[in-house]
């Protein structure tokens, strides 16, 4: 991750006509999708000045639990500490720059592979052989430490920025957290630790909208439930562009609807919920990386994470209350519920992997958003203020050169 600001290598202006104040937009140019360049730009203007989620508190619950992520060229650890924080740690050694750990575990110290220098749960050098045995001049274990990326957990999420000065997480998320409070997200879990794939296609096309499940999920969500179009609510509360939160909710034609073969929850309602929440879908994009999905009997949660300009990294987990999870019924419905829906999933893969393709051609262009895509314009309209912003920041720290120049 660069610290150096990046001007925007698409002409600033050029991201008037995909900024909705009203009037017609347009989607965002095709090398937003493919370039290196704007990935670089990109890196420093929305992930390296924002909160984004890591994954879950419930995935690491005993002291030394851990697993590894990667954001951009950024290998990093999640890792619970003997005190019961959740530390979020650079992985990459501070000797000579080999991963410490891969995959997920449970360990007391964090130890390098290479040459076996360990470091706590808190990532502080503990020894480094050669040195801290030898009494080494000048060397102090002390002094050396795993990077610490500042770490905030909501309600069971675990969020971290690289943006020091950036206002705390619940300044974000705490008026949202109200809004679902009756879905205890902090409460819920999923059957299994999330697991994240790695996809062909930029991070953006991850984002979320509606106006394709009329058409795309036709005969696979269509069968099931009713087609979005006649049911979306994009006005809904949970809205904040500002605060990076995009939502909409589908109004269900009944209690307890859902996409499923019976066309109602194949698990238990959560007995927290208002009748008005168990008669919809509430989905609600925290930008830029998550997505949660508020159902009558559970919340999903997608989440992505950028690994080049033209790959990422993709996870999905279902999340219950722990009664739901001890049924004995739970894996059989779990099982029939997936298999519902593995359908729609095939075709989101599809056709996220076609907007790639078709983002790489000479001819892609910027076409015409709808109505109907009043989602994909608020993100929209969230990224380019960050673009902007991060144009502004290089654009300021180039001024005084620039006027030393003139003088
Ligand atoms: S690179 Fe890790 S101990 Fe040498
Ligand atoms: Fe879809």
């Keep these: 991750m660069s610290i150096n600001n990046i001007k925007s290598p698409i002409p600033i202006h050029e991201f008037d006509a995909s900024y909705a104040t009203g009037g017609p937009v347009v989607s965002l140019p095709a090398e937003c999708f493919t370039s290196e360049e704007f990935y670089r ?11 984004f989620c890591v994954g879950r508190a419930s995935d690491i619950p005993k002291a030394g639990d851990y697993y590894t992520i990667q954001v951009g060229d950024d290998p990093l650890i999640v ?5 019961g924080s959740v530390n979020v740690l650079s992985n990459v050694c501070q000797h000579r720059g080999m991963l410490i750990v891969e ?7 964090l130890r390098c592979p290479l040459h076996a220098w360990v470091y706590s749960t808190g990532g502080e050098l503990i020894s480094a052989p050669g040195l801290s045995d030898k009494e080494e001049e000048s060397f102090n274990v002390k002094d050396v430490c795993l990077p610490k990326i500042r770490t905030e957990v909501w309600e069971g999420f675990i969020f971290i920025t690289y943006d020091e000065e950036l ?3 619940s300044e974000r998320l705490g008026h949202l957290g109200e809004q679902l409070k009756n879905y205890r997200m902090a409460e819920l879990r999923g059957p299994e630790p999330l697991t994240m794939e790695k996809m062909e296609w930029n991070w953006k096309i991850f984002n979320d909208e509606c106006y394709h499940c009329s058409y795309l999920h036709a005969n696979s969500w269509g069968g099931m ?26 109004i269900s034609p009944h209690l307890d609807a859902a996409p499923t073969h019976t066309g109602s929850i194949l698990q238990p309602a959560m007995t927290t919920l208002t009748d008005e929440e168990r008669s919809q879908l509430s989905y609600v994009t925290v930008a830029p990386n998550l997505l949660i999905v508020a159902m009558p009997d559970k ?48 075709e989101d893969l599809f056709a996220w992997n076609g907007v790639q393709q078709g983002f790489r051609s000479r001819f892609a262009t910027r076409g015409r958003l709808t109505s109907d895509e009043l989602v994909i314009q608020r993100l929209q309209n969230w990224l380019i203020d960050k673009y902007r912003a991060e144009d502004s920041r290089a654009r ?12």
């Design 167 to 169: 206002a705390p997480l």
């Design 103 to 109: 995959g997920r575990g449970n360990t007391r110290r």
């Design 41 to 51: 730009f990109e890196m420093n203007a929305v992930w390296g000045h924002e909160w």
């Design 225 to 250: 439930y009713p087609l979005p179009q006649c049911n979306v609510d994009e006005s809904v509360k949970f809205n904040d562009v500002d605060r990076g939160l995009v939502s909409y909710n589908l």
């Design 396 to 407: 300021a720290a180039d001024a005084p050169d620039t006027l030393a120049r003139v003088g």
């Design 79 to 83: 890792i619970r500490d003997r005190s």
């Design 299 to 346: 919340v999903k949660y997608f989440m992505w994470l950028p690994a080049g300009p033209q790959t990422s990294w993709y996870g999905v987990s279902w999340m219950y209350p722990e009664a739901t999870l001890a049924r004995d019924d739970f894996k059989l419905n779990y099982d029939k519920e997936h298999d519902d829906l593995w359908p729609v999933m095939e």
